[in-house]
């Protein structure tokens, strides 16, 4: 079925099974990964995981152990990089010094031509106007700033009107301000012409907030692939729970009703207490309804609870968690969380370890028992080290990321 002409439902990119081996090295220990035309598509995970040999294996760099590659229905095997109708863009500028800005948009042009009815000329000076450096063309590269060389790059990797885009880390020589500029730059590109693009980096920040969908990447395999915001509220595992920023993870065993424990089973069929997690070393966390399904009394989980979804107030002025708004710090940054806390949610003694001042937001780090907990909070009100505070937990927070 694959190997036909492009069909109208073929995706944009399928790779299946993907295998590299160098020596005894496995770098991709079997890929699976499909993008959808127009997708922006990020490959993202610690250094090695194997993100930079996927996109070479695409660009046909590389060429794998086992699998195989489809691009719009076409499959790859045996077919060089200038026939694939990809542009890539690397993480070093790799723009030739010895020739200006306009030769080297226009290099890329040297296998296709420019697109008809235009002119070499007009389509490098499409392409500058595109990147936002109109009348550069005549500029040495040297010259350049480091975000204005990547996007001569990118004018580049465009000017043959490629179907495919590969962008590996371009930003990461760059510094954060300029960094943040060129991918909200290159995202809106990226729009405008509708491009398929996949793109690595190693930033989780970066995947979450440019990407359609993001395929998390650890030792050369897929963890999970999802929307930025899927993969942030619900990681199927504790790697992606872990990799995309701050998490709490606690490990534990299942008990029935708080700190009697008793059959699970029969807890839920009573309709009684929600099941709990008793921290192995702390106190008990409430567990979300839908994880009571196939729960038993005494089960090992290992569950996670982002810091800004924890709410925080301090301890000894006698209120009941959630009765006075003014307390709730923390929550999600307003969007929209009621202010009533869940009355199955835990309420965990703690104190503030350290505080770290981070300008929009305060992470406190605290002791619950023995556990070390972190918590986000917005940061208008001021925690001090030793004070003792209370911090409140909702089941439909708490996320179950492995089970055994
Ligand atoms: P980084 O973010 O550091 O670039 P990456 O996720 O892109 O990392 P890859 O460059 O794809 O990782 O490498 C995956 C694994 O394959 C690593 O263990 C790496 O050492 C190994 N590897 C890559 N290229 C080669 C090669 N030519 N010969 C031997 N091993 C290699």
């Known amino acids: 079925e694959a190997s036909g002409p492009a069909e109208r439902s073929d995706p944009a990119v399928r790779v299946e099974d993907l295998r590299v081996e160098y020596g005894s090295t496995t770098a991709l220990d079997g890929v699976d990964v499909t993008v959808e035309e127009g997708e922006f598509f990020t490959l993202v995970g610690p250094s090695g995981c194997g993100k930079t040999t996927t996109l070479r294996c695409l660009a ?33 500028y790799a723009l030739f010094p010895h020739m200006s800005v306009g030769e080297n948009v226009a290099y890329g042009l040297r296998f296709s031509g420019p697109p008809e009815g235009t002119t070499k000329h007009e389509r490098v000076e499409e392409l500058l106007e595109l990147v936002d450096l109109p009348g550069f063309a005549d500029r040495d590269p040297d010259t350049l700033s480091g975000g204005q060389q990547q996007r001569v790059a990118l004018a580049r ?34 729009r405008e012409l509708g491009i398929t693009t996949v793109y690595v980096t190693h930033d989780q920040e970066e995947a979450l907030s440019v990407s ?10 897929i963890e999970q692939v999802g929307r930025p915001r899927e993969l942030y509220d619900a990681p199927a595992t504790r790697f992606v729970a872990e990799f995309l920023g701050d998490n709490n993870v606690f490990a534990g065993s299942v008990v029935a009703g708080g700190d009697r424990v008793r ?39 290992v569950v996670c609870v982002r810091p800004e979804r924890i709410r925080v107030h ?3 002025d006698g209120d009941r968690e959630g009765e006075r708004a003014g307390d709730r710090v923390g929550g999600n940054g307003g969007t929209g969380r009621g202010t009533g806390a869940d009355p199955d949610g835990a309420l965990l003694a703690t104190t503030v370890e350290s505080t770290e ?19 986000r909070t917005d940061g ?24 055994s």
């Not at 009107?161 to 730059?185: G, K, N, Y």
């Not at 359609?212 to 395999?221: M, N, S, Y």
């Not at 001021?382 to 089970?403: H, I």
């Open 212 to 221: 359609d969908r993001v395929a998390v990447v650890d030792g050369g395999r």
């Open 357 to 375: 001042f981070l300008g929009d937001a305060t992470r406190l780090h605290c002791d619950w028992n023995g556990v070390a907990v972190t918590v």
């Open 314 to 316: 301090a301890s000894g």
């Open 157 to 190: 990797a465009l000017a043959p009107e490629p179907r495919l885009l590969l962008l590996d880390e371009p930003m990461s020589a760059l510094d954060a301000r300029l960094r943040e500029r060129l991918r909200v730059q290159v995202r809106e590109i990226q």
């Open 263 to 301: 059959d699970a089973a029969a807890a839920r069929d009573d309709g009684g207490d929600p099941l709990r997690l008793r921290v192995d070393g702390g106190g008990t966390l409430p567990l979300p309804s839908d994880v009571a399904e196939d729960a038993r009394d005494g089960d090992r989980l």
């Open 60 to 92: 046909g760099f590389e060429e794998p152990t086992a699998g195989s590659i489809h691009i719009a229905g076409e499959s790859m095997a045996g077919v060089p990089p200038e026939s694939r109708g990809i542009g890539v863009v690397f993480q070093s």
């Open 380 to 403: 208008s009100r001021s925690f001090d080290v030793g004070e003792p505070v209370t911090l409140g937990v909702d089941r439909a927070d708490v996320r179950v990321v492995e089970r």
